[in-house]
């Protein structure tokens, strides 16, 4: 499973990205607005950082002829830019064009099994389950990744790749994980618990003091 960063916070990006760990970045304009700064500066600064992997970046009209235009725009602010666009039937066109016309786009806001078929149909590159909003309603959001994976093998939609996304906790993510999504999206909050465990800080911790214990000053 790959990870992408939902943040549009440069440091951010630069500390995870010399990790390795890190596969691609999710921006929208609440995280963008965050920054308090330039949106096309940021989103080309993190477009450099992210050389290897895709950033995603969000359409912010409503029109649907406007959401075209704007799209394709988007879509040239750097090679490895992926438009987001909602799940809406006023889209269903513009998304089936700019398919037709090789952008590739992030699809957001699916919260069913069919809305995720119906963009499959349509070819585009990723479909994001929005999980933490599901749970909000009470319903499952992980359970719809997997079903989402049961769709997509099923009919082999070789095209689209599944995105979890609103994550918000560990949870969400190490599920994500064992039901097959293609991504994760995860803010920095999440990822810094997911990566740590108390029993590998206290394994460290008593590696350190038997080593200490031997009285040898250098090694090898």
């Known amino acids: 499973?790959?990870?992408?960063?939902?943040?549009?916070?440069?440091?951010?990006?630069?500390?995870?990205?010399?990790?390795?760990?890190?596969d691609g970045v999710t921006t929208n304009p609440s995280l963008l607005h965050k920054e308090k700064g330039d949106p096309k500066k940021i989103i080309t600064q993190i477009c450099k950082l992210v050389k290897n992997g895709v950033v995603s970046v969000e359409v912010t009209e409503k029109d649907s002829k406007k959401v075209y235009i704007q799209a394709k725009q988007i879509a040239k602010i750097a090679k490895n830019v992926i438009v987001k666009i909602p799940c809406h039937p006023d889209y269903f066109e513009v998304i089936k064009k700019l398919v037709d016309e090789g952008i590739k786009l992030n699809i957001t806001l699916i919260f069913s099994v069919l809305q995720g078929l119906a963009m499959c149909k349509l070819g585009v590159s990723y479909i994001s389950p929005f999980i933490g909003r599901l749970d909000d309603i009470d319903d499952d959001g992980v359970e719809l990744v997997g079903?989402?994976?049961q769709m997509i093998d099923e009919y082999v939609f070789i095209n689209t790749k599944i995105i979890a996304a609103s994550v918000r906790h560990v949870r969400h993510l190490h599920d994500s994980a064992l039901?097959?999504?293609?991504?994760?999206?995860?803010?920095?909050?999440?990822?810094?618990?997911a990566m740590n465990h108390p029993l590998t800080d206290r394994g460290m911790e008593k590696f350190l003091e038997d080593w200490k214990k031997i009285g040898i000053k250098k090694f090898p």
């Open 179 to 193: 039901l097959g999504a293609d991504v994760a999206t995860v803010p920095v909050s999440v990822l810094e618990k």
């Open 147 to 149: 079903k989402l994976r």
């Open 1 to 22: 499973m790959k990870l992408f960063l939902d943040t549009a916070n440069v440091k951010e990006i630069k500390k995870w990205i010399a990790t390795g760990l890190i």
